[in-house]
């Protein structure tokens, strides 16, 4: 069993306050989670208006298919909200 896991760090310039930025994270994690079947979640800079740290997941027995999975959900993420940044982002396979 493989588990994959991508780590986006995301800058969000135009929050000004924590629940702007909740209203746009929510519908996010919806989305992804409906289109790619991962799990996924807010999990660091909580406190932070304009930044965030999503984490995504998914679980395979191959860990290139994990790879592929998650690179085209940092692709599908990238396209889609094109006002958000993305600082940083890693794919890992456990």
């Known amino acids: 069993?493989?588990?994959g896991i991508l780590t986006l760090q995301l800058h969000i310039p135009e929050c000004t306050t924590?629940?702007?930025k909740r209203g746009i994270l929510k519908p996010i994690l919806a989305r992804l989670h409906r289109e790619f079947n991962v799990s996924a979640a807010e999990t660091g800079l909580n406190d932070h208006w304009q930044d965030a740290i999503l984490v995504c997941?998914?679980?395979s027995n191959d860990?290139?298919?994990c790879t592929r999975a998650?690179?085209?959900v940092l692709d599908f993420t990238n396209s889609q909200w094109?006002?958000?940044q993305i600082i940083d982002h890693r794919i890992e396979c456990l």
């Open 70 to 72: 998650l690179q085209t």
């Open 18 to 20: 924590l629940k702007q």
């Open 57 to 59: 997941a998914i679980v």
């Open 63 to 65: 860990c290139a298919f």
């Open 82 to 84: 094109p006002n958000i």
């Open 1 to 3: 069993m493989t588990i």
